[in-house]
């Protein structure tokens, strides 16, 4: 503990962590995970979440289920108390809104005794994204102006329920049962009991919000059977009413593209970012594993001669988003912009690296239809004589020789200077390989050799072939790659980009 928090008091963020999808938290929520010294996370939040913590936080698991038997609420009170010592922050994290169905209220009442300061920061209760996330709407001014979240739980325990059956069943509006999943026949029974009309629509949305998310409708009277045929379980929402009876078009979710897919993104951090956020936008959900870290080189003797004499090419040729990045960082760097390039013509190998291109305000004189470094030299050949033209490539150190190969056999003088390299992540594969070997995992995608490379010095192809993985490649030139390494390749993308790759799998679900 520094000295500084020596004197502090501690402080216990109680956070909802949302119905499941880890961007489905709050700012708020997010937030404190990151300034927690200590993370006390229920089973139900997604450990994703975690990915906002500090690399050095505690983190403590506490299983879902507590109660007699099993992990009391005791143990967690006292696991709190342990871990709320002086100058540190604790977040406690649970499912959806700590304080519906969460049991907040034994646990502030423990802080509040022991006098420890504290924030509730509310969540996405499981109620409204199950609702969202299946095209259910809750309340509708022509068929529901109330909503009712009720507990499921307490139906077996006839004696002492405070659930008012009768009050229920004449509610005029939409029943939304947390917990209902073991007792639902009864639940359904005691409402019908009650004077419910045994045709009234009810849903339940089991793990919403999640890329297994699924919906069984039925009519009351049959919606435990329904369920049953459909093995739908826990953890599960069921809507009685009106509002359940929803229109199927509106469920947007599951009708995504890549619903239901899992992705693995291999790329460098940034790149599986922006990898990450377009299978999200297709309804897939993607795992994010970086295998390598871009690391310029644009401090070289060679770089900087080369930028020295930049005038004297004829052709400047970018393969990558990343080449242009770490190129315009390090002109910049020098004082200098995008006159620079002054009468040479410049290539990009694909449309992304040309649109990256013309952020730094520089168009691409050239663009092939494939894109390839072999097509870009073919279809460049093509287009003009190169002979005794100077033609500089920027690229990484890694890159394969058949773009200078093709151009120098067309007589072109070719000067070929790295100006980035890719050095592995060392991320930590360990859950990675759980994750493919219990096939959770429905895609793993490489959208380079290098990256393919550093994966498989990790984990063994043998691991992915005989999981129930398939494998997606960008191109042919990491296609080949991968099958060097002994993979098994399901599918290249017939248009060389992420995007191309999300539509070529696409295309094969
Ligand atoms: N505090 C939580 C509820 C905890 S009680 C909240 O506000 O959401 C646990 C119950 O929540 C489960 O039995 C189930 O009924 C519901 N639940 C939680 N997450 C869910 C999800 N992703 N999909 C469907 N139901 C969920």
Same mark, same amino acid.
């Given at each position: 503990? &520094?000295?500084? &928090?020596?004197?502090?008091?501690?402080?216990?963020?109680?956070?909802?962590?949302?119905?499941?999808?880890?961007?489905?938290?709050?700012?708020?929520?997010?937030?404190?995970?990151?300034?927690?010294?200590?993370?006390?996370?229920?089973?139900?939040?997604?450990?994703?979440?975690?990915?906002?913590?500090?690399?050095?936080?505690?983190?403590?698991?506490?299983?879902?289920?507590?109660?007699?038997?099993?992990?009391?609420?005791?143990?967690?009170?006292?696991?709190?108390?342990?871990?709320?010592?002086?100058?540190?922050?604790?977040?406690?994290?649970?499912?959806?809104?700590?304080?519906?169905?969460?049991?907040?209220?034994?646990?502030?009442? @423990?802080?509040?005794?022991?006098?420890?300061?504290?924030?509730?920061?509310?969540?996405?209760?499981?109620?409204?994204?199950?609702?969202?996330?299946?095209?259910?709407?809750?309340?509708?001014?022509?068929?529901?102006?109330?909503?009712?979240?009720?507990?499921?739980?307490?139906?077996?325990?006839?004696?002492?329920?405070?659930?008012?059956?009768?009050?229920?069943?004449?509610?005029?509006?939409?029943?939304?049962?947390?917990?209902?999943?073991?007792?639902?026949?009864?639940?359904?029974?005691?409402?019908?009991?009650?004077?419910?009309?045994?045709?009234?629509?009810?849903?339940?949305?089991?793990?919403?919000?999640?890329?297994?998310?699924?919906?069984?409708?039925?009519?009351?009277?049959?919606?435990?059977?329904?369920?049953?045929?459909?093995?739908?379980?826990?953890?599960?929402?069921? @809507?009685?009413?009106?509002?359940?009876?929803?229109?199927?078009?509106?469920?947007?979710?599951?009708?995504?593209?890549?619903?239901?897919?899992?992705?693995?993104?291999?790329?460098?951090?940034?790149?599986?970012?922006?990898?990450?956020?377009?299978?999200?936008?297709?309804?897939?959900?993607?795992?994010?594993?970086?295998?390598?870290?871009?690391?310029?080189?644009?401090?070289?003797?060679?770089?900087?001669?080369?930028?020295?004499?930049?005038?004297?090419?004829?052709?400047?040729?970018?393969?990558?988003?990343?080449?242009?990045?770490?190129?315009?960082?390090?002109?910049?760097?020098?004082?200098?912009?995008?006159?620079?390039?002054?009468?040479?013509?410049?290539?990009?190998?694909?449309?992304?690296?040309?649109?990256?291109?013309?952020?730094?305000?520089?168009?691409?004189?050239?663009?092939?239809?494939?894109?390839?470094?072999?097509?870009?030299?073919?279809?460049?050949?093509?287009?003009?004589?190169?002979?005794?033209?100077?033609?500089?490539?920027?690229?990484?150190?890694?890159?394969? &020789?058949?773009?200078?190969?093709?151009?120098?056999?067309?007589?072109?003088?070719?000067?070929?200077?790295?100006?980035?390299?890719?050095?592995?992540?060392?991320?930590?594969?360990?859950?990675?390989?759980?994750?493919?070997?219990?096939?959770?995992?429905?895609?793993?995608?490489?959208?380079?050799?290098?990256?393919?490379?550093?994966?498989?010095?990790?984990? &063994?192809?043998?691991?992915?072939?005989?999981?129930?993985?398939?494998?997606?490649?960008?191109?042919?030139?990491?296609?080949?790659?991968?099958?060097?390494?002994?993979?098994?390749?399901?599918?290249?993308?017939?248009?060389?980009?992420?995007?191309?790759?999300?539509?070529?799998?696409?295309?094969?679900?």
């Amino acid at each position: 503990m &520094s000295a500084e &928090s020596k004197n502090k008091k501690p402080f216990v963020y109680l956070v909802g962590a949302g119905p499941g999808r880890a961007d489905l938290i709050t700012v708020r929520g997010a937030n404190a995970i990151a300034a927690a010294d200590c993370i006390i996370a229920d089973k139900l939040a997604n450990p994703a979440l975690l990915k906002f913590a500090r690399p050095d936080a505690e983190i403590v698991p506490v299983p879902k289920r507590i109660g007699p038997g099993s992990f009391t609420q005791d143990a967690v009170n006292r696991i709190l108390l342990e871990k709320a010592a002086p100058g540190r922050i604790v977040v406690r994290l649970k499912g959806g809104d700590p304080c519906i169905f969460g049991r907040a209220g034994e646990e502030l009442a @423990v802080l509040k005794e022991h006098g420890i300061e504290f924030e509730i920061v509310p969540g996405i209760t499981a109620a409204v994204a199950a609702g969202a996330y299946a095209g259910i709407i809750l309340t509708d001014r022509d068929y529901a102006s109330q909503i009712a979240f009720i507990t499921g739980h307490e139906a077996e325990e006839k004696e002492q329920s405070a659930i008012n059956w009768k009050a229920l069943a004449d509610f005029a509006g939409t029943l939304v049962f947390y917990m209902g999943m073991s007792n639902l026949a009864e639940i359904a029974d005691r409402l019908i009991q009650n004077g419910l009309t045994p045709d009234t629509p009810a849903a339940v949305i089991q793990s919403a919000t999640f890329p297994g998310q699924r919906i069984a409708m039925a009519p009351l009277s049959d919606i435990d059977n329904r369920c049953k045929a459909e093995k739908i379980g826990p953890p599960a929402i069921v @809507v009685i009413g009106r509002a359940a009876d929803a229109d199927n078009a509106l469920n947007w979710f599951m009708r995504k593209p890549l619903f239901g897919k899992t992705i693995l993104v291999t790329r460098d951090v940034p790149g599986n970012a922006a990898f990450a956020a377009k299978i999200i936008r297709r309804g897939g959900s993607p795992v994010e594993f970086a295998t390598i870290k871009i690391r310029p080189l644009t401090d070289s003797a060679e770089f900087i001669k080369t930028l020295a004499q930049f005038s004297k090419y004829h052709w400047i040729i970018f393969t990558s988003v990343n080449g242009v990045t770490t190129f315009f960082d390090a002109l910049y760097a020098l004082g200098k912009d995008a006159r620079a390039f002054a009468s040479a013509k410049v290539a990009a190998i694909g449309s992304r690296t040309a649109a990256h291109l013309a952020d730094f305000g520089i168009k691409a004189d050239f663009v092939p239809t494939v894109f390839t470094g072999r097509q870009l030299a073919a279809q460049l050949i093509a287009r003009e004589n190169l002979q005794d033209k100077r033609i500089l490539l920027l690229r990484s150190r890694l890159a394969s &020789s058949d773009l200078p190969d093709v151009l120098r056999e067309a007589a072109a003088e070719v000067a070929d200077v790295p100006i980035y390299t890719a050095d592995p992540a060392n991320a930590d594969p360990a859950p990675l390989f759980e994750q493919i070997t219990t096939g959770r995992i429905n895609w793993l995608t490489f959208a380079s050799p290098s990256s393919a490379r550093i994966f498989f010095e990790q984990i &063994s192809p043998e691991t992915v072939n005989a999981s129930k993985a398939l494998v997606a490649s960008v191109g042919p030139v990491t296609t080949d790659c991968l099958e060097g390494l002994g993979v098994r390749v399901d599918l290249t993308a017939a248009e060389h980009t992420i995007d191309g790759l999300l539509d070529a799998i696409e295309g094969a679900c």
